[in-house]
């Protein structure tokens, strides 16, 4: 069975930088795209950047300019940099796979904390 394993986050100060390592477990292939997504508080999850396969990108409006996404294709990784954190960037960040028979896999989440 696919297992989603999240790393980095935790509490930092505006101004810096997060990195978020995302790793798909125990997966016979390579998935198809993987994403970040994040949930404010109070508020509906949202797409924080996306990498598929192909080294395609896509960001959320609320990060254009300030993150990076990658990935290690061979070992189903995923990596995140947002820099210029903001307050706002507060939220549990999840990280999303699907994988080429469709099936969709989530992790946990974990805490991001942006102090002012």
């Known amino acids: 069975q696919v297992q989603i394993e999240e790393s980095g986050g935790g509490s930092m100060e505006a101004g810096g930088s997060l990195r978020l390592s995302c790793s798909a477990q125990n997966s016979k292939s390579t998935m198809t795209f993987m994403e970040w997504h994040r949930e404010p508080p109070g508020l509906q999850r949202e797409l924080v950047a996306r990498?598929?396969?192909?080294?395609?990108?896509a960001y959320g409006t609320f990060v254009k300019g300030r993150a990076a996404i990658s990935r290690d294709t061979t070992e189903n990784s995923m990596f995140l940099q947002v820099n210029n954190l903001k307050p706002e960037d507060t939220g549990v960040y999840y990280c999303h796979a699907e994988d080429y028979g469709g099936e969709h896999h989530w992790g946990r989440g974990i805490q991001v904390t942006v102090s002012a």
């Open positions: 990498i598929s396969t192909d080294g395609r990108k």
